[in-house]
């Protein structure tokens, strides 16, 4: 629902600095082996309102997610 692994995945993890991710060339099957392997590096919070899917705490997104919710 999401379009992507990547779109679900969080850049600002811990495990993702120590890994050393960020200068890796990732692809989508590493994002979902990263994502099922470790919870952390699930952006959150998810909303899935009305089969449309919300990602991450950013503000826009929130405020989309209370539009949304009305």
């Known amino acids: 629902m999401s379009g992507s692994y990547e779109a679900?995945?969080?850049?600002?993890a811990q495990l993702y600095?120590?890994?050393?991710?960020k200068?890796?060339?990732l692809?989508?099957?590493d994002y979902k082996k990263y994502l099922l392997e470790h919870?952390?590096?699930l952006s959150r919070p998810v909303f899935i309102i009305k089969e449309?899917?919300?990602v991450g705490n950013s503000q826009p997104n929130i405020h989309a997610v209370t539009q949304a919710l009305k």
């Open 17 to 21: 600095k120590s890994m050393d991710l």
């Open 39 to 41: 919870y952390t590096f």
């Open 52 to 54: 449309k899917v919300y």
């Open 27 to 29: 692809t989508e099957a």
């Open 8 to 12: 679900l995945f969080s850049k600002k």
């Open 23 to 25: 200068n890796k060339n």
